[in-house]
């Protein structure tokens, strides 16, 4: 049994239709889907690591067929803040597509009233500071009156629409298509793939509250900062693990927002403007914190400069100031280098 594409058919089929007394049978489909729609949640949960599935939408008891089956996560320690990663079945153009997104909800019945300004600053930061969405993904806001309206992809434009009170919601999201070779393994992969990559988005809304372990701390504490810098460096996607001192776990460096910032700047140092490796098709980049991580346990990525081999040796052999308003390194021997492109450290 195909329970996730079940989903996907009754809203295909049945979407706005009148439930009437004597349809029992359509009434009965519903049910189904509403079913599906939650085994699918729980599966989705058991997947992403920490996030709790808050229920689905429940309208089947009404007397209209709902618009769409939605799906919530949060973080549990964050349930009580407006912001979710979610996905939603729904018709797009005449066909059931699922939507997976991260939103900010300003009018969440049960948790409107602790809305404030410091949470909606907090969802511009973590956008900010990650940049643009990821690959695939658009921004839509919802309007008072539940029109769905794109937001263009800029930051202006972003800020602008997180500051309007026309909006309700604003979500940063991606379209998830069921072809008919998929099946539930498939569209559960899927769509677990999209809601995991919105995860560093929605850590990051929360960093400036992040907490590190003092078991941790000891264990950093230990170790020098090019070696804290080569895990964060390491290309393989389980070094946001560090392994020391007989397999001690500890949890610490989010390796995601190196990756992105990496991504970003697409092997190009932000000091020197070099691209090595370039005539090679390979980028030689590396990830520098700018207050040592070994001392602030700081990495946030406005202490993160992505530099090339020879800046960032540079950079460690002579231990120079950083100036965060002229965006420039003063050196022992009174030498300032401005950083070519100072992209995201920019305020
Ligand atoms: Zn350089
Ligand atoms: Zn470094």
Not at 96 to 117: A, H, T
Not at 164 to 180: A, F, G, L, R, W
Not at 272 to 288: L, N, R, S
Request: glycine share 4%; hydrophobic share 30%; charged share 30%.
């Amino acid at each position: 049994m195909d329970y996730y594409k079940n989903i996907i058919s009754f809203i295909e089929k049945h979407e706005g239709e009148k439930y009437r007394a004597e349809n029992v049978n359509l009434k009965k489909q519903g049910q189904e889907a509403y079913c599906n729609a939650k085994r699918l949640g729980k599966a989705v949960e058991n997947r992403l690591n920490g996030f709790k599935f808050l229920g689905s939408s429940k309208w089947q008891n009404s007397g209209n067929i709902g618009k769409y089956f939605w799906l919530q996560f949060k973080r549990e320690q964050y349930i009580n803040k407006p912001f979710s990663i979610s996905i939603t079945a729904l018709k797009k153009n005449g066909k059931c597509v699922f939507q997976v997104y991260l939103e900010v909800s300003y009018k969440d019945s049960k948790i409107f009233d602790q809305v404030n300004r410091s949470d909606l600053s907090n969802f511009n930061q973590s956008i900010k500071k990650l940049k643009l969405p990821p690959k695939d993904f658009y921004f839509q806001g919802m309007t008072n009156d539940k029109l769905y309206i794109d937001i263009e992809n800029n930051i202006d434009s972003i800020n602008k629409a997180i500051a309007s009170s026309s909006y309700v919601k604003i979500s940063t999201m991606t379209d998830v298509y069921v072809n008919e070779f998929d099946n539930d393994t498939t569209i559960l992969e899927k769509l677990y793939i999209a809601a995991n990559t919105l995860i560093p988005y929605y850590d990051a809304i929360f960093s400036n509250e992040e907490h590190i372990p003092q078991e941790e701390i000891e264990i950093i504490s230990k170790m020098d900062e090019r070696e804290i810098e080569s895990l964060l460096n390491m290309e393989d996607e389980f070094s946001s693990y560090i392994y020391k001192e007989k397999l001690v776990k500890t949890r610490k460096i989010n390796k995601k927002i190196v990756d992105i910032l990496k991504e970003q700047y697409k092997g190009k140092c932000q000091l020197c403007g070099a691209t090595i490796g370039k005539d090679f098709d390979v980028e030689i980049i590396e990830a520098h914190h700018i207050e040592y991580f070994a001392k602030t346990q700081n990495n946030d990525s406005s202490n993160i400069i992505i530099l090339c081999p020879n800046c960032h040796t540079l950079i460690h052999k002579c231990d120079p100031i950083y100036d965060n308003k002229n965006y420039s390194f003063v050196f022992p021997n009174g030498k300032e280098i401005k950083i070519n492109n100072p992209g995201h450290l920019e305020r």
